[in-house]
């Protein structure tokens, strides 16, 4: 069997999670090798990823090299990934969960009490919760690989900024001034790696399976499943979150304005065995709270 071709983003974030998937296959006798590539998101860093109008601006890239031929398969960050995967791509294994969590990295926490409070973050989700929760604070955009909006926000004013626990941790970048913002949702799939192949690709697929963690599965599954049926996008103002303990599936989502100033939130568990279409049934309590008049707004804006 030829070495497969793993494609991925050439930021030292998603060349860790294409190494790690590389290990694993070789673990399990599989040689590869890395196909590096730049998404649009990586190469236009001055507009907000809301204003670029395009969905899976992350992932397309790297779409169009499987579908070609280029690569064998591709590995992701899996809240980037939207929920319907291109004609012809299959989703390949949902490798274990890392840390879900956002955290905040800070110059001190004294600002978070003051009403010129300043922060920064390039998500929509984000910033509307942390309005929603600080509304006199002011956000600013913040974009790039993870080193560059580290080093934005120390040459900045800003007081701090918004990073997810995953990736600071899965490239030993967590400073000591953080603090874990436990009630900030995540996004769907948040923490979650992602591989995807081509349907016609039977050794890959099988290959991939083995690498599949079912609890992290079933969980990204009900939280994209939200998300889809809330017609979100990857950028619309949404979290989402399922937790299984003890056979019993807990989740947590939340749709808000952009000004952070309407929240719409369920939570709610249910036994995992009936997790098929749970996602579903709270995206549509959702919409009926006044979800569908809050997505027309946001629709008008994204």
């Known amino acids: 069997m030829k070495p497969f071709i793993i494609g991925t983003r050439d930021s030292e974030l998603a060349l860790w999670q294409a190494k790690t998937v590389q290990k694993k296959l070789k673990d399990n006798g599989v040689e590869s090798t890395l196909y590096p590539v730049k998404s649009s998101g990586d190469l236009n860093l001055d507009v907000p990823l809301y204003e ?10 790297l779409d169009v090299a499987l579908i070609k031929g280029d ?3 591709a590995v ?25 969590r956002d955290l905040l990295v800070h110059k001190g926490l004294g600002f978070l009490d003051a009403e010129n409070g300043h922060i920064a973050t390039g998500s929509l989700r984000r910033k509307a919760q942390w309005l929603n929760k600080y509304p006199h604070h002011k956000v600013s955009n913040l974009r790039g690989n ?11 004013d800003w007081n701090g900024a918004i990073f ?34 081509r349907e016609d690709k039977t050794e890959v697929i099988e290959a991939l ?18 998300l889809r049926t809330l017609e979100g996008g990857c950028t619309a103002p949404i979290g989402a979150l399922a937790r299984i303990e003890k ?24 036994d995992v065995k009936n997790y098929k279409n749970f996602g579903e049934t709270c995206a549509d309590e959702i919409l ?13 804006i994204l």
């Open 76 to 100: 992701h960050s899996m809240k980037d990934v939207p929920t319907q995967l291109p004609k012809t791509i299959v989703q390949g294994a949902v490798l274990r969960r890392a840390n879900h």
């Open 209 to 226: 399976a083995k690498l599949n963690n079912r609890d992290s599965e079933i969980c990204v599954e009900v939280e994209r499943s939200f």
């Open 288 to 300: 009926g709270k006044g979800g569908n008049k809050l997505m027309e707004e946001l629709r008008k």
């Open 247 to 270: 056979d019993v599936l807990h989740f947590e989502g939340v749709l808000l304005s952009l000004d952070g100033k309407e929240r719409l939130f369920i939570k709610k568990s249910i």
């Open 52 to 61: 670029m109008g395009i969905t899976g601006i992350f992932t397309k890239s």
């Open 164 to 197: 997810a626990a995953a990736g600071l941790e899965r490239i030993d970048l967590m400073p000591q001034n953080i603090q874990y913002l436990d009630w900030m949702i995540p996004a769907p799939a948040q923490g979650a790696m992602l591989t995807v192949t």
């Open 146 to 156: 993870v080193n560059t909006r580290m080093k934005k926000l120390e040459d900045s």
């Open 71 to 73: 690569i064998d398969l």
